[in-house]
């Protein structure tokens, strides 16, 4: 099966950029809870239901229903995914350690490591409902 090169390249730029995705997530979730999250228009000129504004951005903001989209399609990947996988997200994604050097940490062929770098794409963009895999 052929990915799209800008899919695979969004999807991988998705897993480098993981760990800031979620403390992004939560410093803003923290700025809404706070009240010191970016002004919005007030649409209403009744003070209305403080709590029940910040409910409404924490649900209805489009960066928070797409950070955590992409946070638990990564989450269910490594899930689904062994624990090879899983150490080449960290190894790769989280500590930005080169391909060659991946293979000696891993003990794995260049074959492997493309062979697994593929199949955790390819489930992150399954689970995103970027690849759609007959």
């Known amino acids: 099966m052929r990915i799209n090169k800008s899919i695979f390249r969004y999807i991988e730029h998705e897993l480098y950029n993981y760990e800031q995705t ?4 939560a410093l ?8 010191t999250a970016s002004p ?17 951005k924490l649900t209805s903001s489009a960066f928070v229903v797409q950070a955590e989209r992409v946070i638990n399609a990564i989450d269910r990947s490594l899930a689904i ?18 391909w060659p050097n991946i293979t000696i940490d891993m003990g794995i062929s260049d074959r492997t490591y ?7 794409v390819i489930t992150v963009g399954q689970q995103l409902g970027l690849i759609n895999v007959e």
């Not at 979620?22 to 997530?25: F, Q, T």
């Not at 995914?81 to 080169?98: A, C, N, P, S, V």
């Open 114 to 120: 493309y062979r697994l770098r593929r199949e955790l």
């Open 81 to 98: 995914l062994g624990d090879r996988h899983k150490e080449l997200f960290k190894l790769k994604y989280q500590m930005g350690i080169t």
């Open 22 to 25: 979620k403390k992004d997530l």
């Open 40 to 56: 919005e228009v007030a649409v209403q000129s009744s003070p209305g239901d403080v709590t029940a504004n910040k409910a409404v």
């Open 28 to 35: 803003y979730r923290e700025q809404i809870l706070e009240g």
